[in-house]
């Protein structure tokens, strides 16, 4: 209600007189129009990992709070299947689109279908590459390069007394997708001081368990125990890499040092189990955020460019006494 009084009030351009003239703005045709329920379209990456299991979570129960009304579709981590959701919400005439972009590149087109329609558009979660910004509202999510910058810290930290060499694997995610790309930047941004680092091996296994279990058999036939740290993009993959070591007679953990990001669930208990060093936070839990960004864009409000995500790192040593509450 007093969204939609101030929107009123915005568009008198007369706010002194508002505040007098509330109540019967509110009975104008005007504004019992924006007090329908809002229509959000969201396009979903997929369901490739925990993170996105919690992340889709958060949306749809936070849509339900908020009474907003939700369409929801999962991409299957192909980016022709969000053009199609969000053309379809175009078509639909929802009032906001949000999605979380399975990879950085190729959005133009469709965001100018949707400016063209005047649907506003939020991205979460991941950033595109776009020149034209007034392509979408707001970018709501995690800094994945300081995300990567962390990681490279706790490597710098953990090996400091050590001449080296230590032989990276990275496990990266989703080809093209800003979290692969950034917490790769980031972790060499801080590496590339110092030669005793090498990343002697790189490649995606999509965000999955089974595509990081999948490499990490490819790696440890090559490299075998030439390999001191594995670098995962996320926890689904470091357990399928955990999977992969353990398979092959090595000990997680111990030979091998594995930094992880999400802190998810299962990133603690492979921690807490020993058997994962560090796992940097990500924090998927994006839809409260969302859903007052959503009511603030159709109330006319301005919005920051950049709504950022607050996290931290976990080191194995507090794994046990904080995994009981993770949320996700
Ligand atoms: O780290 C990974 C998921 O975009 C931050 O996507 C997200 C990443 C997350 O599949 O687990």
Known sequence: MANTRRAACRALGALALCSSIGALALT??????????ITLGFAQVGAESAWRTANTESVKSAAADAKIKLKFSDAQQKQENQIKAIRSYIAQKVDVIAFSPVVESGWEPVLRE???????????DRNI??????LYVTMIGSDFMEEGRRGGHWLADHYKNDQGPINIAELQGTVGSAPANDRH???IEVIKSDPKFKII????????????????????KTYGNKINVVYAHNDDMALGAIQAMEEAG???GKDITVVSFDATKGGFQA?????????????PLLGPQLMSAVKDVVAGKPLPKRILTEETVFPM???????PTRKY
């Open 185 to 187: 930047s980031g972790l």
């Open 129 to 134: 590459d776009v020149k034209d910004t007034s």
């Open 114 to 124: 949707a400016k063209a329609a005047k649907i506003p558009v939020i991205l979460t």
């Open 250 to 252: 090595m000990h997680p």
């Open 271 to 283: 921690m807490a189990a020993g058997k994962m060093n560090v796992d940097v936070e990500c924090s």
């Open 28 to 37: 104008t045709p005007g504004a019992y129009a924006q007090d329908k329920q």
């Open 317 to 323: 040593s507090v794994a046990a006494q904080t995994l």
């Open 201 to 220: 091996a790189s490649q995606s296994g999509d965000f999955t368990l089974a595509g990081g279990k999948q490499v990490m058999e490819a790696f440890i």
